[in-house]
């Protein structure tokens, strides 16, 4: 049989547990204190263009963070977007990609903005598509606002805003 602590080191060590336990239950930790840099997400974006150029879901997931939010808007209303969440977001761009026989993607105007005393930053750019189906050709245009952060060590999309308008 162990020797029982004494009281005071039982709640000490409780104490201890319970702080770390929720520490990283709340996101605090080193991704907290790590600070995004316009270099880095400059990558992260790049990465995230390659995946969307491959068609790759499951490759481009691994660059947004679980849980992320995803709110998309269509201007002309006829798909009424999306607001969900990173699997719901995945799982359209698969059904996207499968249905479309071509695909183009294009990034430009993109603006990195690094909120002082915060471990976040900004990213806004435009995305030009055009999706050639068996009788169509769909073109859009989306204005994209990412949140970018740190989780479990990596650079990750944390939160993606979009409003899309159908040329």
Do not use: W
């Not at 006829?78 to 026989?101: I, S």
Request: glycine fraction near 8%; proline fraction near 3%.
């Amino acid at each position: 049989m162990s020797p029982r602590l004494p009281h005071r080191r039982r709640v000490g060590l409780v104490r201890t547990v319970l702080a770390v336990t929720l520490a990283g239950a709340s996101g605090c930790g080193e991704d907290q204190r790590r600070s995004v840099t316009e270099e880095a997400a400059r990558e992260l974006l790049h990465s995230v263009d390659k995946a969307v150029e491959r068609q790759n879901p499951t490759e481009l997931g691994a660059y947004i963070a679980d849980g992320a939010p995803v709110n998309l808007h269509v201007d002309d209303g006829a798909n009424g977007g999306l607001d969900g969440d990173k699997v719901q977001y995945l799982r359209a761009l698969e059904e996207g990609f499968r249905r479309a026989r071509e695909y183009r993607y294009e990034r430009r105007d993109t603006r990195i903005a690094i909120e002082e005393n915060s471990p976040t930053a900004r990213a806004t750019y435009t995305v030009q598509e055009v999706l050639r189906y068996d009788d169509s050709t769909a073109r859009a245009v989306t204005r994209y606002e990412v949140t970018l952060a740190y989780r479990d060590g990596a650079l990750k999309i944390t939160a993606i805003e979009g409003r899309t308008t159908a040329e």
